[in-house]
């Protein structure tokens, strides 16, 4: 029995009464495990009582769930199921055998390209990529997980007068330097934005634009310096990498072949000089695809970027995980996309909040500057060594800096996901490292003393699950049930929260089952044995849950 029980459920549902279910964990365990309420629509076709209804679509399903559940006609017409013991033993002896459980090949064919991170070349990381980034490369995780064509796209800032202004700050500051860092390349961008005129930037953008030698060779040094030290922050950051570093520039050559097809062909138009095209149809604002200087947009170059991705990789889907800004933007493109009939590929804005610091507001430096992503991290990673230092005051000054990074970084990611990306996320530095609350730093503890158990138990036999007859252990077998479909519905919300939350709910119940039932001293081996299988089967389902939210897992903290 691969498929998990809501499918297992809602497909023998389908089959007796020809209508799709909804079927939910019950809120209550005297309730059953799961429930639905399809009798309401049963009952409503056909102009009958929901119990009734209900009744008799139980009597279908009786044979046919019998082998792994026991239903119940609730008074008001729910259908509850309630699954049995023995076949909970049987699922788990299936689940500790296989490696992989949780993942699947529904997507084995289709490629997904995620687009994620995305920053400024020139300039360092800062606290408003991070969601992005976190977001972005948990989303990548699980359709690997589910047996997709990843591919991981960081789609750089690289052009514009930006790179104009550090052009004429390194030639007025910096010209003859060797060994240029990011923060020079900063230094010098604030500092034309302050001393220098407008016209010296565009100046020195135009000839970039023009192919100038002496522009185009710095502009690809910055561009390979801010790289490196891009790379060197998602390392930091835990983040898989990347397969395709491809910049807003790679499509500026197109770009005036782009409008010109579009304008021959009356998809776009003139207005005041500008080139427009008319989403009135779509009920929003025309889009803006050249101006009346000349100058193309982010929304022509998003388009040549878009057909490049349609018809070199032939995505089935393309997730772009952009702030909440940005939503009339992509609705624009969407739409534009729809018009120019680019097939093929659902295309999805995966929008998130803003950072805030734990005044509710927007998380700012005094100066009222956007925070360092360096900076950011840093200051978890010391406050998580603390906690680190005082849990385990044996460890050596190198596996504590070890441990206290993987807890500090698995901290920010998990205050993160753990939160649906639409809302704005709030930075409670203390509760982010709460060892006893909905935390990372809690699953990771909670992960290391099942290590831990499993480690003093050393190699065992399964021994017989028959003896795994307690509440809380029946309790436990149940929430294993439930990590494929926390990860199926990650690709279908395009949001991680709900995994995040069947992780703490797997952890919450592992904690209080080694807390209330003998494992280790128990003097029944068999039954020893069964416990230890179900720990190590937990503890790797908490290790596969976290990795996929990009979160390390240690045997110790």
Partial sequence: MNASIKEILKDEIRSASGHEADILPTPDATLGDYSTNIAFLIAKEQKKKPVDAATELNAVLESRVASFASIQVAPNGFLNFFLKPEFLRQRLGEIAADEKYGTSTQGA???????????????PMHIGHLRSTIIGDALANI??????????????????TQFGKVIAGYKKWGKGKSDIAMSDMLEWYVRAGKELPDEEGQKEFKKLEDGDPENRELWEKFNRISLEGLKETYQLLGTTGFDVYKGEAAYEPQLKTITEELEKEGKAKESEGALIFDLEKYHLPPGLLRKSDGATLYLTRDLASLRDRLQNYAPAEILYVVANQQALH?????????????????????KFGMVLGEDGKKLATREGKVVPLQEVMDKIISLA?????????????????????????????????????????????????????????????????????SAKAGTMETGDL???????????????????????????????NGLALYLYELAAAASNFYETVRVLDDENGSRKNARLT?????????QMGLKLLGIETLDRI
Avoid at 113 to 119: F, N, Q, R
């Fill in 109 to 123: 064919g289709k490629t997904v390209i995620v687009e994620y991170s995305s920053p400024n070349i020139a300039k």
């Fill in 466 to 496: 028959a003896l795994l007859s307690e509440p809380i252990e029946q309790k436990l077998m149940k929430q294993l049930l439930g990590f494929p479909d926390a990860v199926g519905r990650c690709a279908q919300t395009h949001a991680l």
């Fill in 385 to 453: 060594e603390t906690i680190v230092k005082e849990k385990n005051p044996d460890l050596s000054g190198e596996d504590r800096a070890r441990v206290a990074r993987a807890v500090g970084i698995g901290a920010l990611k998990y205050n993160d996901l753990k939160q649906h990306p639409y809302s704005d996320i709030v930075f409670d530095w203390d509760a982010m490292l709460d060892l006893s609350g909905n935390s990372g730093a809690y699953l990771q503890y909670t992960y290391a003393r099942l290590a831990n158990i």
């Fill in 534 to 542: 179900l720990i190590r089967t937990v503890a790797r389902t908490l």
């Fill in 330 to 350: 992509f609705e624009q493109l969407f739409a534009i996309a729809r018009e120019l009939h680019f097939t093929g590929a659902g295309l999805v804005h995966v």
């Fill in 143 to 160: 359709h690997e997980a589910l047996g997709y064509h990843v591919i991981r796209w960081n789609y750089i800032g690289d052009w514009g």
